[in-house]
């Protein structure tokens, strides 16, 4: 195979290309690389089996500029065409629609992003209170609406694990009398990109090596951090990522965003901006580190089992729907952040979440495929009161999401499966198609006709018809760039580091210097400690002292000023019911305190599950789990009942072979409570603490109970109102 490049030498596996990177964008023309070392590829032969003698790098992407499909040359990808720097994007775009629509149809049936899901079903009860800015029906005072709601992740495919560190999706699909309106939103309020020109590239990036096709469901990787590195303005999502947001304890305890700002309007005509928010009533919560990488490898469909189990249990997740409102100004803008810009968002102290209903779910799907797998969410799918802005990603999505769907579920019917189907009266006058299911009458499928009555007619005013706003747009030329504002790529970024608690931000911490960490190249890694430096100094000191790097110093100055608490996860009390608590029992237990225990748990609405040393029964307990199977992340909190001495499964054989003394505590449990120690859970030992002794932990640790069954009770379920127990340990930074 002929090689066109000079190709650097490989001692460690893993090196992602041919070349070493430039620390600076390249912007020489040149020809595409060589394929590396250890790659090869398929004979090259004609369909009808003749060999053409080409190498198979001579069967790839040729030539030194981007072209389209067709081979003309291009002089832009990153800003779709519109009408000027503030409007509309144009439909004649023509380089957007062949790069979106290509991207859309690249997998087949699996969905190119949000591919591993899990759905529910539900319903949504309005409170009235959107009356003055919004005329959707299902959002007047008692409107009790039907709702089917899928979680995802973004990067992993259907077979991957739930506690990736990932962007969670949240689609919510209201199925109203006026039609379906799909709210597809993330758990995150800002995205990587500006423009959805970029949305190929930023999950491309995302996505396992082409060549390897790993690493799977994960952004530590050269190809990732090498995209956002370049395109500074991914740093505000990837911030978020790299938070507890990115490792979500459960579907039911994430916060979702409408990301976009949208366009409502009222009975009057009268129209304001909103970003949409789902406030969980349970509480927004996460898991550690640790914690993710043990239940990916014990239960890698964790979430999943999680929403299940909580709605088969009665302990239906709810969310409130709130809108952050703000005055339809000409320049679109509120309080100095850009609101057509979906890297911004506004924080609540400067516009209050105002809410207007609560979504509840209380149905798990009969059939995974039928329902969750070929459910079809489209944010064209708008009823009245309710429309979109020129915000140039959401532009880009209401042209992506409905071209892939006739991929994806082979023919322009998808809206015809049942689980796609409107609950309103629909005469589209579309016809035929793969899987057409509706059996047309009529012989006039146009209009104006009369050999059908005329029917169907259009909506009159009182008719209460969907309408596209008349919104002024400013006189513009056609071109491809972003306004002046979309400029700032770090001052929110720093106001959400700002706002963190101190553990939060170890975390941050933590996560910035593994996942650079896994990237071969050091050029990559020094570049994004540049834009680290560009949002908080001490944070890229940190993680380049971690790499063993040297912190560049900024090029931008953070402005500073105040932060926001409504960022943060840490400092409330939440609802408790539908948590787990593992209570961990020996063969001489004594069921008394454990029915103490287990009666106060099941009355604030917890699960409590007993965890014994073998299955089946135990002095007339039920035992759910046993040592040889239990985790500690299943709980979220844990309490120890009595003596709990080896099982007779138990390798203690292990500890003789390590030179120490025979084990009192089956071992297991042991890693059961240290776990649960190191994961900021609360603890709490009945009678005989020897197991949190053997493990390191003390009840002057806090969050450490020790004590009778009656006493612990209460305390415990204090404690598990509060999530973790984060006092525990010092943190990095200083209060």
């Not at 409408?258 to 009975?267: E, F, I, P, Y």
Request: glycine share 8%.
């Amino acid at each position: 195979m002929a090689k066109k490049n000079a190709q650097r030498s490989v001692s460690v596996p893993g090196v992602p290309s041919p070349e070493a990177p430039a620390y600076k964008e390249p912007t020489k023309p040149r020809e595409p690389l060589s394929p590396k070392q250890d790659q090869g590829g398929p004979e090259t032969r004609t369909p009808t089996g003749a060999a053409t003698g080409q190498p198979p790098e001579n069967v790839a992407q040729q030539g030194e500029f981007l072209t389209t499909a067709h081979g003309a040359r291009l002089t832009d990808t990153d800003h779709s065409l519109r009408v000027g720097s503030r409007g509309p994007t144009l439909l004649q775009d023509h380089h957007l629609r062949e790069k979106i629509s290509h991207f859309d149809h690249e997998r087949i049936p699996e969905r190119v992003v949000h591919a591993r899901g899990a759905g529910a079903h539900g319903v949504f009860e309005a409170n009235g209170a959107a009356a003055k800015i919004c005329q959707a029906a299902f959002l007047k005072s008692g409107a009790r609406t039907p709702v089917f709601v899928r979680f995802s992740t973004v990067l992993g495919s259907r077979g991957s694990a739930d506690l990736a560190r990932d962007t969670r999706g949240f689609a919510t699909r209201f199925y109203t009398d006026e039609g379906n309106y799909d709210l597809v939103g993330n758990n995150i309020p800002v995205f990587f990109i500006q423009d959805g020109i970029k949305f190929p590239d930023v999950i491309h990036a995302g996505k396992p090596h082409p060549d390897r096709e790993i690493p799977q469901a994960q952004s530590a990787h050269d190809t990732f951090w090498d995209f956002v590195s370049l395109h500074t303005e991914a740093q505000a999502h990837t911030m978020w990522n790299m938070s507890d947001r990115g490792i979500p304890r459960s579907y039911r305890t994430m916060e979702g965003f409408g990301v976009h700002t949208w366009r409502l309007v009222n009975a009057k005509g009268e129209t304001s901006l909103v970003k949409f928010h789902w406030k969980p009533r349970q509480g927004v919560h996460s898991v550690t580190w640790e914690e993710a990488l043990l239940t990916n490898g014990t239960d890698p469909d964790f979430h999943r089992r999680d929403l299940a189990d909580s709605i088969e249990a009665g302990a239906f997740p709810s969310w409130d729907l709130g809108v952050q409102v703000m005055p339809d100004s000409e320049d679109q803008t509120f309080e100095g952040i850009d609101l057509l810009d979906p890297t911004k968002f506004v924080p609540e102290e400067l516009a209050p979440v105002q809410v207007l209903g609560t979504m509840t779910l209380n149905a798990n799907t009969t059939n995974y495929f039928a329902e969750t797998e070929q459910v079809a969410f489209n944010p064209n799918n708008l009823v009245p009161g309710i429309d979109v802005t020129n915000d140039p990603l959401l532009q880009a999505r209401l042209f992506s999401y409905l071209d892939t769907q006739i991929t994806r579920l082979g023919g322009p019917n998808w809206n015809q499966l049942p689980i796609n189907r409107a609950h309103a009266p629909i005469n589209d006058m579309l016809r035929d198609g793969f899987h057409q299911d509706a059996v047309h009458g009529g012989v006039a499928p146009y209009r104006p006709n009369s050999l059908d009555g005329g029917n169907p007619s259009v909506a009159g005013k009182k008719d209460h018809p969907f309408i596209d706003v008349p919104a002024p747009v400013a006189p513009g030329v056609k071109e491809r760039v972003h306004p002046a504002s979309f400029d700032d790529h770090f001052s929110q970024v720093s106001l959400f580091y700002r706002s963190m608690t101190p553990i939060e931000q170890d975390h941050i911490t933590a996560a910035y210097t593994f996942e650079l960490s896994k990237c071969f190249d050091q050029t990559i890694r020094e570049r994004q400690l540049q834009s680290l430096a560009n949002i908080d100094p001490d944070l890229c000191k940190k993680v380049a002292d971690g790499l063993g790097l040297t912190p560049p110093k900024p090029t931008v100055t953070d402005p500073g000023g105040p932060v926001s608490a409504a960022l943060t996860q840490l400092g409330g009390s939440w609802p408790i019911d539908g948590r787990q608590l593992g209570i961990v029992v020996g063969a001489g237990v004594n069921p008394a305190d454990v029915a103490l225990v287990s009666e106060a748990a099941q009355a604030a609405g917890v699960v409590p599950l007993v965890v014994g040393p073998h299955g089946g029964n135990i002095g007339g307990l039920t035992v759910h789990r046993t040592y040889a199977n239990a985790s500690s992340t299943e709980f979220d909190a844990l309490v120890l009942v009595g003596d709990l001495p080896p099982a007779p499964d138990a390798m203690v054989s292990g500890d003789a072979k390590a030179g120490t003394p025979a084990a009192v505590v089956d071992p297991r449990v042991v890693k059961l409570a240290g776990e649960a120690w190191r994961h900021a859970k609360a603890i709490a030992a009945v009678g005989d603490s020897t197991a949190l002794t053997d493990a390191g932990i003390t009840d002057q640790n806090p969050g450490v109970l020790v004590g009778s069954a009656a006493e612990l009770a209460p305390q415990l379920l204090a404690l598990l109102a509060e999530h973790r127990c984060w006092d525990r340990f010092a943190t990095s930074v200083e209060v």
